[in-house]
DNA sequence: GAGCAATACTTGACAAGTAAAGTATCACGA
DNA sequence: TCGTGATACTTTACTTGTCAAGTATTGCTC
């Protein structure tokens, strides 16, 4: 399949505006496509994308975490990390308890269940990740990382 | 505000198994960032994104757009298409008509209205997508676009 | 030590994304 | 022209993301 740009795709009579705004269109559909295929591969596991991130952030803490250090390490606001944490507590993927230190948080932690989730999906998950960096060399993708850090880096308005 | 990279950002004990994985995580990341905050300036005009992206699709085309056509320039699909459609109609952003050609066909195009709202927002979005990208040199930004469009061209596993 | 703000969630309400099924229309062959 | 399949949506149902508001604690200050 041969490259397409932004602006074949959407077929746009005016295309861009400016580089920035083309940078602008690339980044928000190239995350889109590359969320849904990671979609489509955890659903093998009966969990979103957004659930997995939760297990994969358990599982790479070495203590249980609060709800809200799970909500800053993911992109999310809270509320969606507690009706996550909910549903895998539910399937038994997770553990939450009271921690007497401060009786307003509540540690999560992964369970041996979900570490087996997380075992099961890890393969696929780098054969995906891997397929999609295969389109460039080394270097480009160090410099699509730097570039990327660096955007997230744009002050607040 | 020091630029941070992914791996403090998430504070992984156990960070990236690989170039790819940590790619992928800033690409969805980046994205997320740049996504809000386009969905708090279209918000401004009571729209959201997605609203905002139909208009400036049916601004874009030069003649009326049939409903399948902007979900195709859209990363939607088509169910969430005829929402929006709905969305927009109901505020006299566009406008629907069927088509005596084909009458399964529902044409769509923007409205005076329309094209105000976007009026607004053209000088807001440019300043947006410029603060992101004023984080690049133009030598970044051509780099990070052909990167991206390469990974988009990742044929199907 | 009494109040008052801040913190850490939780809940409720609503827009948006997605899959699956339904409807209307068209196109094409027998 | 009479199906039969394909096309272009639309509707329904369900999950997720987000905001606003609510609750339980904590900490800080006077």
């Known amino acids: 399949m ?9 077929k746009q009579t005016r295309p861009f505006r400016s580089r920035s705004q083309e940078a602008a269109m690339a980044l928000l559909r190239t995350a ?8 489509a591969l955890v659903a093998a596991e009966g969990i979103t994308s957004q659930q997995y991130n ?3 952030i358990l599982r790479g803490a070495k203590a249980p975490l609060p709800t809200m250090e799970i ?12 009706r996550h944490v909910n549903n895998l507590e539910e399937r038994g993927l997770i553990r939450r308890e009271a ?15 979900g570490l087996r989730v997380l075992e099961r999906l ?11 960096a295969a389109q460039l ?15 997230r880096s ?3 308005s």
């Open 2 to 10: 041969a490259t397409r740009s932004i602006a074949d795709e959407i």
């Open 32 to 39: 889109n496509v590359l969320r849904r295929r990671v979609d």
């Open 54 to 56: 939760v297990l994969r």
């Open 71 to 82: 909500a800053e390490r993911m992109i999310d606001q809270t509320p969606g990390i507690t």
């Open 99 to 113: 921690w007497a230190g401060d009786r307003r948080q509540v540690l999560c932690q992964i369970t041996p269940a």
């Open 122 to 132: 890890d393969a696929p998950m780098d054969a995906l990740d891997d397929a999609f």
């Open 137 to 151: 060399t080394p270097e480009q993708t160090d410099h699509l990382i730097e570039a990327l850090d660096l955007i």
């Open 154 to 156: 744009t002050p607040d």
